[in-house]
T-cell receptor, first 119, second 113 residues
Framework: DADVTQTPRNRITKTGKRIMLECSQTKGHDRMYWYRQDPGLGLRLIYYSFDVKDINKGEISDGYSVSRQAQAKFSLSLESAIPNQTALYFC??????????????????FGPGTRLTVL | AQSVTQLGSHVSVSEGALVLLRCNYSSSVPPYLFWYVQYPNQGLQLLLKYTSAATLVKGINGFEAEFKKSETSFHLTKPSAHMSDAAEYFCAVDSGGYQKVTFGTGTKLQVIP
């Protein structure tokens, strides 16, 4: 089974609709991220969460909101979708050493992506 | 502030030829550097990472990268390209290891038979 899952994998919606993209992970990681990928622009960070009570804006958070329902779940919402939010969206997780003293790997683990089209 | 520049959005090589994908970074503190690969219709997966240990880093599938502080570069190489290497490659930087990563714009590698 995949460690990081995203639902839905594909979604077509209309301008003005509210959309929620969901991410779940079984890796036990504290840190979760939402990115969008656009051709020629690479991945850009939308929001990130270092634990359930810590949520931060990334470089392109306008028009988006997030919810960290549990350590394993991190949802991204588009309150009123617009066509320029058409993109490929990725969720990612990473490990935090916390007080364990272990050095984190810093590697991010990605879900398979959600392709969102806003008409 | 941190940033990454990948030179060349598309690179074509012949099967068996050297692969060289270029990455330059900017970071005000010692960086963690990564190369990720994205195969068609998939998420990104880690190819290799530099975390201040050896400057020559070996990754999966025969890829390696060398950290050169004086040149602020972290170029990705592979001696002999395979058809299966066709993918998009992303360089990324994490200044200070805080796990807030900035990605480059990506380089699509085409391998010609």
């Amino acid at each position: 089974d995949a460690d990081v899952t995203q639902t839905p994998r594909n979604r077509i919606t209309k301008t003005g609709k509210r959309i929620m993209l969901e991410c779940s992970q079984t890796k036990g990681h504290d840190r979760m991220y939402w990115y969008r990928q656009d051709p020629g622009l690479g991945l850009r960070l939308i929001y990130y969460s270092f634990d359930v009570k810590d949520i931060n804006k990334g470089e392109i958070s306008d028009g988006y909101s997030v919810s960290r329902q549990a350590q394993a779940k991190f949802s991204l919402s588009l309150e009123s979708a617009i066509p320029n939010q058409t993109a490929l969206y990725f969720c990612a997780t990473s490990e935090y050493s916390g007080t364990s003293g272990l050095k984190p790997s810093n590697e991010q683990f990605f879900g398979p992506g959600t392709r969102l089209t806003v008409l | 502030a941190q940033s990454v520049t990948q030179l060349g959005s598309h690179v074509s090589v012949s099967e068996g030829a050297l692969v060289l994908l270029r990455c330059n970074y900017s970071s005000s503190v010692p960086p963690y550097l990564f190369w990720y690969v994205q195969y068609p219709n998939q998420g990104l997966q880690l190819l290799l990472k530099y975390t201040s240990a050896a400057t020559l880093v070996k990754g999966i599938n025969g890829f390696e990268a060398e950290f050169k502080k004086s040149e602020t570069s972290f170029h990705l190489t592979k001696p002999s390209a395979h058809m299966s290497d066709a993918a998009e490659y992303f360089c990324a930087v994490d200044s200070g290891g805080y796990q807030k990563v900035t990605f480059g714009t990506g380089t699509k590698l085409q391998v010609i038979p």
